[in-house]
């Protein structure tokens, strides 16, 4: 699946990576990494396909349009998902707030 720029950016931001920590790991220019996600030009399909494999190599997760629009999402592994709800639960009782409507 080719990825837009926008998905590209969002990725990024979910998998904190800089343009250059991706560039890296997808062993592409940073600068064409901000131009695509600038929309100042697109680069060839070899270098969106690494960006992408390098994305989710760090744990993103391309959603294809399905009627809802594109997107992408963090992806968490089954162990990663029980730690989480491990800590979630952790809390001990929950108080009322405080806050006064």
Known sequence: MAISGAQCRA???LAELS??????????????IEHFERKLGKPDAATVDAIGAA?????IVFIPENGGGVGVRLKFTASEAKRIATLENEGGNV???????
């Open 11 to 13: 990725g990024r931001a």
């Open 95 to 101: 108080g009322l707030d405080d806050v006064q409507q």
């Open 19 to 32: 343009r250059d920590m991706l560039a890296k790991l997808a062993k592409v220019d940073a600068m064409a």
């Open 55 to 59: 994305l989710e190599a760090a744990g």
